[in-house]
């Protein structure tokens, strides 16, 4: 019997905190100015996400709990969307922050769990803008890097344990004081191995995914 009543008052504590747990999320969201929000369905469940004026991104799943909560100090991003990324059939979620340079956050939609995950380092600006090349499990940015943005960098990586795997570089140099061409890299181990230099007007004849299509295999395997 007394077994049986510690049973009942601990599933009425974890209920009780539970309860409290969705109403003071719930709170606090009402309290911040709604900025973004976003809605995409997964698996046959719909997935709400808000990006408030305190600067964090509330996803809250069909039964109106609050799954996942990333935190960004600073400016408000200028998007928010649910796309396929990482092309796994499954919507993630994406926005993007203007500062000195543009930058980006990509949670990834974790299937087991049903939460989202951060990319680590995504955020940084030399992953801006990044795509998936089709076919394979790589991926490549695009980011401008100085000379009024007209030069550029753009890595060539993988995504393992929600962690960037960089593979390899390419270097767009057209400014005055620069050598100027495309020269791509590969990377071994945060070194950079040159393995081609490529005049500015060949190169400007290809995309960015085609460029990465011809040195890809030089490179990094799918």
Known sequence: ????????????????????????????RKKDTLIYSASGKILGSTYQADYRSNSILYVINSKKDTITKQEEIGIAPNSLKFEDFNKDGKLDIRYGYNSNYYYEMILLFDSNTKKFKKIENVD?????YSKKIKNTDLYYSY??????????ISYLFSIKDYKII?????????????????????????????????????????????????????????
């Open 166 to 222: 960089p593979k390899g570089l390419i270097e767009y140099r057209q400014c005055i004081n620069d050598k100027k061409g495309m020269y791509v890299f590969k990377i071994d181990i945060e070194k950079k191995i040159l393995i081609d230099k490529v005049n500015l007007k060949e190169s400007d004849k290809k995309s960015l995914e085609t460029q990465w299509n011809l040195y890809r295999k030089k490179i990094a395997s799918p």
């Open 1 to 28: 019997m007394k077994y049986l009543l510690l049973l009942f008052s601990s599933i009425i504590l974890f209920s009780g905190e539970h309860l409290k747990k969705k109403v003071i999320d719930r709170n606090a």
């Open 124 to 128: 940084s600006p030399e992953y801006a």
């Open 143 to 152: 980011s401008p890097n100085g000379c009024g943005k007209n030069n550029w």
